[in-house]
Nanobody, 126 residues
């Protein structure tokens, strides 16, 4: 089992920045990738970004490219989501997720992820 704990959400004005963190514990040696997803009120959960844990390769939704950056710190078993130039449409609950080795490589598919954090609220005011 892998446990994930997100932090860093909050309220920010449009154009501002936030950095989300997700700390992993437990069987972290089995992690193949970690991702961020978000769910806005009344909308489905959508892919935001993912990173392959060992190689560091990154993947982004088109809607966030150039504004959001995913990174990881292996020694701390932590993944980050740096969010710049935030827009009101970025308002959502952001979830961190981990994908085990053997669960596939479709990092954009939430169904492939094995572990999820509790979520952190990001609100961007206009």
């Amino acid at each position: 089992q892998v446990q994930l704990v997100e932090s860093g959400g909050g309220l920010v004005q449009a154009g501002g920045s936030l950095r989300l963190s997700c700390a992993a514990s437990g069987r972290t040696f089995s992690m193949y990738a970690m991702g961020w997803f978000r769910q806005a009120p009344g909308k489905e959960c959508e892919f935001v970004a993912a990173i392959r844990w060992s190689r560091g390769s990154t993947y982004y939704a088109d809607s966030v490219k150039g504004r959001l950056t995913i990174s990881r710190e292996i020694a701390k078993n932590t993944v980050y989501l740096q969010m710049n130039s935030l827009k009101p449409e970025d308002t959502a609950v952001y979830y961190c997720a981990a994908l085990d080795i053997g669960s596939g490589t479709n990092f954009r598919d939430q169904k492939k992820y094995d572990y999820w954090g509790q979520g952190t609220q990001v609100t961007v005011s206009s």
